[in-house]
């Protein structure tokens, strides 16, 4: 999550002026670095503007994303990917 929060942080901003309304958000997941990199390019292809966040501690690695604000038809683009949920 806290690299989910890294990513949204760029994306904010980036793309939204400060007195923009606060977005919603909704945390995916993706089981690794290739997986994830191929949904950047999925967004890419898809005109979607995001944000990639890659962890200094970690090489670089590639560890999380976060879109620009997505209204109706554009949400599709995510489908297929699993919502992250509480287990209890």
Same mark, same amino acid.
């Given at each position: 999550m806290v690299q989910a929060a890294h990513a949204c942080l760029e994306a904010a901003r980036a793309f939204l002026p400060s007195h923009h309304e606060h977005p919603f958000l909704v945390v995916c997941g993706v089981r690794d670095e290739v997986r994830l990199g191929r949904w950047l390019d999925r967004l890419r292809?898809? &005109?979607?503007?995001?944000? #990639?966040?890659? @962890?200094?501690? +970690? &090489? @670089?690695?590639?560890? #999380? #994303?976060?879109? @620009?604000? +997505?209204? &109706?038809q554009q949400r599709n683009v995510f489908r297929g990917l699993p919502l992250l949920t509480v287990n209890g």
């Amino acid at each position: 999550m806290v690299q989910a929060a890294h990513a949204c942080l760029e994306a904010a901003r980036a793309f939204l002026p400060s007195h923009h309304e606060h977005p919603f958000l909704v945390v995916c997941g993706v089981r690794d670095e290739v997986r994830l990199g191929r949904w950047l390019d999925r967004l890419r292809a898809a &005109g979607v503007r995001f944000r #990639a966040f890659f @962890e200094p501690d +970690l &090489g @670089e690695q590639l560890t #999380a #994303a976060a879109t @620009e604000p +997505l209204r &109706g038809q554009q949400r599709n683009v995510f489908r297929g990917l699993p919502l992250l949920t509480v287990n209890g």
